[in-house]
């Protein structure tokens, strides 16, 4: 099965995730930063990722962005469970327009994100 | 009319005198040809005696333009030719723009010669020319200006006024003026006009109105300036009122705009900083209740799953850990059970100092320094306390707990000045001062150190809500907190506590 990527900088929340997509056969690398997240996707290593917005002093989004413009391929989830200053509608609109494939608002349900994960594997595949 | 009694002098002696207070004189035959002149009327008339009979009469030889000869020479007529003596001022013109005025006297004699005696009132009656321009400059500026200007008898008689007020009821000063004020003006001008003189004549003072709303008539809606300044008579009765009305309707308007976009700015900021918080509060939260939920659901799945334990401990930690945040966001937002008296914060600063110190280790030392043993301030005693423990702890985690920990109380203290006060306020301040030996920090932490769930404490040792508790503690009392790097290094945290209760 796939290998996905987690990018959060919560360890607890990555852990339990990576816990769930093992649970369900996938294989699951975790990073909390953007230039680790980026070194794993050049490789090749995963065949998708999971992106939290709020990292400490850096912007999933901004990710996101670079993904769009340089592997628009790439297929990703963003993750969100608020922040400063950010609604739910503005970064669902901004995730949309860099070509997100799944909006998760945590906390969420094993299903939710195991679909969505499924969307993302296939993808390569195709 | 009597008689003069004799005089004493001769004539030698009179005309020595004229000649001296430069009056000049000469005599004239009947059509007016010079016979004789004073040296003195030789001078200021520039004239001489007349050589032959053919020459001109005194009147028609200096510059004055020929209509004024003509005058002069019908009045020479009028006057001599009926023995009579005359008297006025001749505007004698040396040259085209060198003109001298003289009050003259013409006196026929029982011979039909005439005397003329001239003396030279020229400085005299241009300083009069001149005070008559400036009162008709005075007027006419007073006419222009952009204000109203309007002169009452006690009674409300317009006596005078620019058009400035009338314009807006379709009058003009020739209109009103001689009439009353309640009569040519109407209801809506009565707080522009007899409102005030009669205010003015019953106190006999000077009113400033401040600025007058208008209510009624064509000025609805406008807002004037009003000032009211008796005149008085001799007897100190007041006999006229000036009124002098600035319109400052577009001041009032801009003004109250002005409030108004500060109104909504606060607002906006006030929402912006809500939003801010409460984004960070559910980014908080959301990480630790979505490992919760997704342990929970583990084991609902496999119960017996080996690492229950584990799961069920982690769900504990995440929970406890949520409800943690819940606590000290509720301090933040506190509510006013135990409200703020005037306190001794020495005695509270040296107690919770004494406190920290049993707490912690030998290595950290505690420096306090105050001048005085008894500082009253505004506080809340339980809240400075907990403010306190949590700058010393602050300052002993950056410190590495070694060294020394510097604590300054300093009275009387202005406002802090990089600090913006809830409400600016009228009272001196209490600084207290705890100063650490760490590292200190970058400008770019120094500008986030306030701001919730902000930390640079690695792990799980800080909530980053401790420094936002402390601001909001302080805040209450109406104090302030500011933080500042010293050139030795460290960080300087200062707590301002107003002396008295804020109003």
Not at chain 2, 142 to 156: A, E, I, R, Y
Not at chain 2, 219 to 241: E, M
Not at chain 2, 334 to 341: G, I, M, S, Y
Not at chain 2, 397 to 425: C, D, F, H, W
Request: glycine share 6%.
């Amino acid at each position: 099965m796939a290998n996905i990527l987690i990018v959060d900088d919560d360890s607890a929340v990555a852990d339990v995730i990576a816990l769930v997509l093992e649970q369900a056969d996938y294989t699951a690398l975790t990073t909390s930063t953007i230039g680790e997240a980026k070194a794993h996707i050049e490789r090749g290593d995963v065949a998708g990722a999971l992106i939290d917005v709020w990292l400490q002093d850096e912007d999933g989004l901004s990710l996101a962005a670079h993904l769009a413009e340089k592997d628009p391929t790439f297929p990703f989830i963003i993750m969100s469970g608020g922040g400063p200053g950010r609604s739910l509608e503005t970064v669902t609109a901004r995730a949309d327009s860099f070509g997100a494939h799944h909006v998760l608002y945590k906390p969420f349900d094993d299903d939710e994100l195991l679909s969505a994960v499924e969307k993302i594997a296939k993808v390569k595949q195709i | 009319m009597t008689k003069a009694s004799p005089s004493p002098l001769n004539a030698e002696d009179i005309i020595r005198a004229f000649e001296s207070a430069q009056v000049g004189h000469a005599v004239t035959d009947s059509d007016g040809r010079l016979k004789y002149c004073s040296q003195v009327f030789k001078d200021q008339t520039q004239l001489k005696e007349a050589r032959s009979k053919k020459e001109d009469p005194w009147f028609l030889q200096d510059h004055a333009p020929s209509p004024l000869q003509k005058s002069r020479q019908s009045l020479w007529r009028t006057f001599i030719g009926r023995n009579q003596v005359w008297q006025g001022v001749v505007r004698w013109h040396l040259s085209e723009n060198n003109i001298r005025f003289f009050e003259g006297t013409s006196i026929p004699l029982p011979n039909g010669d005439v005397i003329l005696v001239i003396n030279d009132r020229t400085e005299r009656i241009e300083a009069k020319r001149v005070l008559r321009n400036m009162d008709k400059i005075q007027q006419e500026v007073l006419v222009d200006l952009p204000l109203s200007v309007m002169l009452f008898t006690k009674n409300s008689e317009i006596v005078l006024t620019n058009d400035y007020i009338l314009k807006h009821i379709g009058k003009s000063a020739h209109d009103v003026i001689n009439t009353k004020a309640q009569d040519s003006l109407g209801k809506g001008l009565s707080a522009l006009s007899y409102d005030v003189v009669k205010k003015v004549v019953k106190t006999g003072e000077s009113i400033d109105s401040g600025i007058v709303n208008i209510k009624k008539g064509p000025l609805a809606g406008q807002h004037w300036l009003v000032f009211g300044r008796p005149l008085h008579s001799r007897k100190y009765n007041v006999n006229g009122v000036l009124v002098i009305s600035i319109d400052r309707t577009d001041s009032v308007k801009l003004n109250e705009e002005r409030v108004r976009f500060a109104e909504a700015v606060h607002q906006s900021q006030k929402i912006e900083a809500l939003n801010d918080f409460a984004g960070s509060l559910a980014h908080e939260l959301s990480n630790l209740l979505h490992p919760v939920a997704a342990y929970a659901r583990l084991l609902a799945k496999t119960p017996d799953d080996q690492k229950r334990a584990e799961y069920a401990s982690k769900i504990n930690k995440g929970t406890m850990a949520a409800g943690d945040i819940l606590k000290r966001t509720l301090t933040m937002a506190r509510t006013d059970k135990n409200e703020a008296k005037h306190c001794n914060i020495y005695d509270i600063t040296h107690e919770t100092i004494t406190t920290a110190k049993d707490l912690a280790p030998a290595s950290l030392s505690y420096d306090f320094h105050s001048s005085q043993t008894e500082v009253i301030g505004f506080a809340q005693e339980g809240e400075l306390r907990q403010v306190l423990l949590n700058l010393l702890n602050n300052a002993a985690e950056a410190m590495a707990y070694r060294g020394r920990i510097k604590i300054k109380i300093e009275t009387n203290q202005p406002e802090p000045a990089s600090v913006k006060l809830r409400n600016p306020q009228q009272t001196r301040f209490i600084k207290i001062s705890v100063i650490d030996q760490g590292p200190g920090f970058s400008s770019k932490i120094k500008s986030r150190l306030f701001d919730p769930f902000f930390t640079t404490k690695p792990g799980d040792r800080g909530t980053g809500l401790g420094l936002p508790v402390v601001k909001g503690l302080v805040t209450g009392w109406g104090g302030a907190v500011s933080v500042d790097t010293p050139d030795g290094g460290g960080a300087a945290f200062h707590v301002w506590i107003p002396e008295n209760m804020p109003s």
